[in-house]
C-alpha cells in the first residue's frame, strides 16, 4: 500500500464550479499535513496548511480526518488558474520530512 | 525577502559521471531537505540536513550524497549516474518541522 493515495484525475470542472477531492495517509503518527500545488514542469508551492478542525483559506477548504486517515480539498468558484497537480503531504516525523502523494490533476475549462 | 535558490536549473551529463547540485535557503531556515521528483510521480525524499547534521535520509542508494554548510547553503552529490537518475531535483528549506518552501529544482538529464 502507497503511505499517501490521492486520485490521479484529471478532474475536468467547468470554470466557476466546485471541484473537491480526498487523499489518505498510512502513517498515524504523522503530525502535520499540507496542500501544495505544482505547476507542470514547475516547483510545489504550499497551498495551505492543514489542521485538525479544518480551515479555510479563500475559495480553498481543507479538512482533516484522523480517525480514517485522510485529507480533503474543496475549490469554490474554481478559476481557469486553479489547472494544477495538487499534492497531499503529511509531514513524517518532528523534523518535517515530507511524504508527497502522486497528486490529483484539475482541469478548469471555460 | 529572496525565495530558495538552486543552482544550476538544468544540466545534462553522461551516465557515469558525477554531479554536485546546490540550494542555498531561504534566510533564517537553517533545514534543507532534498527530494528527487522523476516525471509523473510526487517528490520523494532524499535527504534532510538541519544545523549541519543530517537528520533524514530516504531510501536512495549510496550514490547519493549530501551537506550542509555552515552559512545553511547545502550541496546534493550523485555519483556513478544512472539514466533512471534523471528527474527535477528540489531543495526544500524550513524553520524545523514548520512548512516547507521548495526553489525552482535542478532538471538533471543523464544520457
Known amino acids: 500500500r502507497k503511505e499517501v493515495e490521492q486520485d490521479p484525475g484529471p478532474f475536468n470542472v467547468p470554470e466557476g464550479a466546485t471541484v473537491a477531492f480526498n487523499c489518505t495517509y498510512s502513517?498515524?503518527?504523522?503530525?502535520?499535513f499540507f496542500w501544495y500545488r505544482q505547476d507542470c514542469r514547475k516547483e510545489p508551492k504550499l497551498l495551505m496548511s492543514?489542521?485538525?478542525s479544518g480551515n479555510e483559506d479563500g475559495r480553498f477548504t481543507a479538512q482533516l480526518n484522523r480517525a480514517s486517515q485522510y485529507i480533503s480539498l474543496l475549490i469554490r468558484d474554481s478559476k481557469l488558474s486553479d489547472s494544477a497537480t495538487y499534492l497531499c503531504v503529511p509531514s513524517e516525523d518532528s523534523w518535517g520530512k515530507l511524504q508527497f502523494g502522486a497528486g490529483t490533476q484539475v482541469v478548469v475549462t471555460p | 525577502d529572496t525565495g530558495v535558490t538552486q543552482s544550476p536549473t538544468h544540466l545534462i551529463k553522461t551516465r557515469g559521471q558525477q554531479v554536485t547540485l546546490r540550494c542555498s535557503p531561504i534566510s533564517g531556515h537553517k533545514s534543507v531537505s532534498w527530494y528527487q521528483q522523476v516525471l509523473g510521480q510526487g517528490p520523494q525524499f532524499i535527504f534532510q540536513y538541519y544545523e549541519k547534521e543530517e537528520r533524514g535520509r530516504g531510501n536512495f542508494p549510496d550514490r547519493f550524497s549530501a551537506r550542509q554548510f555552515p552559512n545553511y547553503s547545502s550541496e546534493l552529490n550523485v555519483n556513478a549516474l544512472l539514466l533512471g537518475d534523471s528527474a527535477l531535483y528540489l531543495c526544500?528549506?524550513?524553520?524545523?518541522?514548520?512548512?516547507?518552501?521548495f526553489g525552482q529544482g535542478t532538471r538533471l538529464t543523464v544520457v
Open positions: 492543514v489542521y485538525s
Open positions: 502513517n498515524s503518527a504523522s503530525q502535520s
Open positions: 526544500a528549506s524550513s524553520l524545523v518541522g514548520d512548512k516547507a518552501f
